[in-house]
């Protein structure tokens, strides 16, 4: 358990933070940003929930088990939109084909949305599971705690 | 440690030499100044700090600095990535592997620091020599900007229609490069999985691995 101005704080940042992850994947397209800022702001808010509040809290919320799958899963929604072109006889990964008669490029807009939605899945749950991987194991005693 | 001096001569001697069109001392290049020395006097505290939480500390300051530094360079993008990554989660990852091993480093002689002195004093001679031939900052005719980059730019507005040249390059042009490093960044978080012990899925507490 953290201090408590730590742990205010926290509960006050963790809902923005996460608001901002969104805004970050979404607004991809028009500013900076995109899938993998995304994915790593959304993962710090929980790290920074279970910095602040501890990592059974955070395992809570999200179980660990979840998270490998979540990795996949991104991975796949990624391939899945190459495949999804290929299908419809073009390219791997060649949005115009989602939206063929589309005269602003749709397509092109809903395959990039679908790319980085799997971007920031497969990089938050990554970044997620690296934390709880490296926090959920107890310190080897040291050579001179003996 | 050696690393991080080889890393930040990578950084000062690839940047600095890049903006020489800076005709007279404008704020822009007093604010990359300050920020270049800021980001020297970081790597040195780095190099000479011992106790481990503050080099981990110290290393997230040296990623913001960066940051800032990229975004004095207009690279907003990288500048995101940068902060977000570099001075956010590997900071916490480092601490967290700080709480696993010991907190101060052990002290090293002198005369093995020698090797690792002159191999990163190479280094850094040898990228200062390669940056007198690279092109000036923001040159429109260097090879970055010139061929395929200049394409990306003239046609997005046509092709993709997005306003982020970088988000067209990265997920539509580049689709393929990019789903190759989502699948590195998930082989990254299976074998942290793998080496860390599955002790984190089932819950976490201590994986004894059949030791004792």
Not at chain 1, 94 to 117: F, L, R, T
Not at chain 2, 76 to 93: I, N, P, R
Not at chain 2, 123 to 135: Q, R
Not at chain 2, 136 to 153: E, L, Q, S
Request: hydrophobic share 55%; charged share 10%.
């Amino acid at each position: 358990m953290g201090h408590l101005i730590l742990r205010v704080t926290i509960k006050i940042l963790f809902a923005p933070i996460i608001l901002f992850a969104f805004y970050v994947q979404f607004h991809g397209d028009y500013g900076p940003g995109g899938g993998f800022q995304a994915g790593v702001i959304l993962a710090s808010a929980f790290i920074l929930h279970a910095l602040g509040f501890g990592l059974a809290t955070c395992q809570k919320v999200i179980p660990p088990n979840w998270l490998p799958a979540g990795m996949a899963l991104g991975v796949l929604i990624y391939a899945g939109t190459g495949i999804y072109t290929m299908l419809f006889g073009d390219n791997f990964l060649d949005y115009d084909v989602i939206q063929p008669d589309s005269h602003h490029h749709a397509g092109q807009h809903i395959g990039i949305i679908a790319v980085e939605i799997g971007v920031g899945l497969a990089v938050a749950c990554t970044m997620l599971q690296i934390f709880y991987a490296f926090a959920g194991r107890e310190p080897e005693p040291m050579d001179d705690a003996w | 440690m050696m690393l991080a001096a080889a890393a930040s001569a990578e950084v000062g001697s690839e940047v600095t030499p890049s903006t020489p069109e800076v005709v007279g001392f404008t704020g822009a290049f007093a604010v990359e100044l300050c920020l270049l020395a800021l980001l020297a006097a970081t790597a040195v505290a780095m190099i000479r700090m011992r106790r481990l939480f503050g080099v981990a500390m110290l290393s997230g300051i040296y990623s913001l600095l960066s940051a800032a530094f990229f975004v004095a360079l207009d690279a907003v993008d990288v500048a995101f990535t940068e902060a977000a990554v570099g001075a956010g989660m590997s900071t916490v990852l480092l601490l967290s592997g700080i709480a696993l091993t010991a907190k101060v480093e052990m002290p090293v002689s002198r005369t093995r620091t020698i090797a690792p002195l002159i191999i990163v004093g190479v280094t850094a001679a040898a990228l200062v020599y390669a940056t007198i031939d690279m092109p000036g900052f923001g040159d429109a005719n260097a090879p970055a900007n010139a061929y395929v980059g200049r394409a990306y730019i003239e046609q997005t507005p046509s092709d993709i229609e997005v306003p982020n040249v970088v988000t067209a390059v990265l997920a539509s042009y580049r689709g393929f490069d990019t789903f190759g490093e989502t699948v590195v960044v998930f082989t990254a978080g299976l074998a942290c999985l793998l080496l860390l012990g599955a002790g984190a899925i089932r819950g976490g507490g201590r994986n004894d691995d059949g030791e004792h």
